[in-house]
């Protein structure tokens, strides 16, 4: 009853690492719902193959499961899932494979259906960076210096989700590029394309993935009151611990240190009174006595509030000075999350000081009517 992934390729073994083989365990165990730990996987590289006659880098990979692959809709589930993982590590293009599905031999004594999954594929030359129409995977277009552009990025790590890193840069502006536009009339980011599909918005992307893509419960519950907390935090955070996060992240360090602008001290000091309240709230409110905002496990809300927490921090703003309970909901949550996709995700903002000596300031000059509105 083990699941098995076998894979054939002409491409030279040093192309896949332990990394990339634990990575299509679990892509593979997530997609069929089996136990990562129960997954055997054989890859036979530098073979003599033929594809398309063509002898062009290509591999054959074929993956048995039971009771999970007896129907053709969920083959096609299945290996769009599996595709789109060897798409974003491999550069495997869609109009490059064919996909086939064979019925699978029964266990002796059984009448559990065993399938066999075959993707046949070729690996294509790299693509330009630049935007444009493919017939490639999901693509995300995130900045990490955008709070939620790190919660998208986190909640696709942790979860193996396959993705394609579309970097648009805020302080360059490239959000307001032509070909961007075309992903998000908004011009903000997170955005996907998935497909045809493209989508905005932190929160609906997320909710967006966790559906499509089976995440475990936790991250947004089925069970109706614990996704009720989840929703209501959700629902909350927009207009106060977003915003106030922001607000002194820009008070404190963008507007003095990048823009050379003077701050004056009553608009400093009311914006952290802000903070310091949506703070509280978060604690009292919305933490409570629980280990994390739903409950006993990780979930979207601790994952958007996280990442707003940590906007401050990167100004230099120490929001867990006086706050243990505040400090051990961070440990905990980094813990949920894994410590190295934390600390990765959450690099950039917590060295701007050190990138914001090479930012040019003049870049910032489309934005500083709206900025000195907004916090000024």
Known sequence: ????????????????????LKKLCSTTAATLGKPEDRMSLVVKPDLPMLVAGSSAPCMLVSVSAVAVTDTAEKNKEHSAKIFQF???????????????????????????AHSRLRVRAVVVRGQSCGIKQTNMGLEMYLDLFSQPCR????????????????????LKGEQYGK?????????????????????????????????KYLTPDHWYPAELQKRARVNEYLSWQHNVLRTYGSKVFW????????????????KMDAALEDLDGSLKLLEEKFLQDRPF????????????????????????????????????????????IGAELFDEAHQGILEIADIG????????EIFKPKVLRLFL
């Open 1 to 20: 009853n083990m699941p098995f992934i076998d894979l054939e390729t002409n491409l030279p073994a040093s192309k896949f690492s332990e990394d990339f």
């Open 86 to 112: 060897l798409t974003h590590e491999l550069g495997i293009g869609e109009d490059r494979s064919v996909g086939n599905h064979r019925p699978g031999i029964p266990k002796s004594d059984s009448c559990t």
């Open 151 to 170: 919660s998208v990025y986190i909640f696709a790590r942790k979860n193996n989700i396959p993705f394609d890193f579309k970097k648009i840069s805020l």
């Open 179 to 211: 070909d961007f536009g075309q992903i998000n009339v908004l011009r903000k980011v997170p955005a996907i394309r998935d497909g045809d599909f493209c989508l905005a918005e932190s929160i609906a992307i997320m909710m967006y993935l966790a559906e």
């Open 251 to 266: 008070l404190k360090f963008m507007i003095p240190k990048i823009m050379k602008i003077e701050v004056p001290k009553e």
């Open 293 to 336: 905002i739903a409950g006993n496990k990780i979930s979207l809300a601790d994952l958007v509030a996280i990442v707003e927490v940590m906007q401050p921090v990167g100004a230099g703003l120490d929001v867990f000075e006086g706050r243990p309970k505040l400090r051990a909901w961070k440990e905990r949550v980094r813990a949920a």
């Open 357 to 364: 000596q090479h930012v040019d300031a003049s870049q910032l």
